[in-house]
């Protein structure tokens, strides 16, 4: 079982930035995928960005060149950096672990942490 705990989230004006952090319980935390998703009010949950145990990256196209994600495995932390942030990125963050055993794989989720970008 992995716990995830997401913080980092707040209030934030138009063009600003905000960093977001995932702890995470795992024992071995360096072979778990690990993402980030969003979902906002009355919208499914949708990826943002992923990172493999290898430290592949992938992004959806609305966030590319403005989001980063990252981790360091020596803390079991994952993270998300997010610049020129705009109203359509306001929604719930959630931090998700994935464990692929064979040709399937176990999701973990974290309660989630709000973004809100409003002038």
């Known amino acids: 079982q992995v716990q995830l705990v997401e913080s980092g989230g707040g209030l934030v004006q138009p063009g600003g930035s905000l960093r977001l952090s995932c702890s995470a319980s795992?024992?071995?935390?360096?072979?778990?995928?690990m993402g980030w998703y969003r979902q906002a009010p009355g919208k499914q949950r949708d990826l943002v960005a992923t990172?493999?145990?290898?430290?592949?990256?992938n992004y959806a196209d609305s966030v590319k060149g403005r989001f980063t994600v990252s981790r360091d495995n020596a803390k079991n932390m994952v993270y998300l950096q997010m610049n020129s942030l705009k109203p359509e990125d306001t929604a719930n963050y959630y931090c998700?672990?994935?464990?692929?055993?064979?040709?399937?794989?176990?999701?973990?989720w974290g309660q989630g942490t709000q973004v809100t970008v409003s002038s």
């Open positions: 990172i493999t145990t290898g430290g592949n990256t």
């Open positions: 998700n672990a994935r464990l692929w055993v064979g040709l399937s794989f176990n999701n973990y």
């Open positions: 795992a024992s071995i935390f360096s072979i778990y995928n």
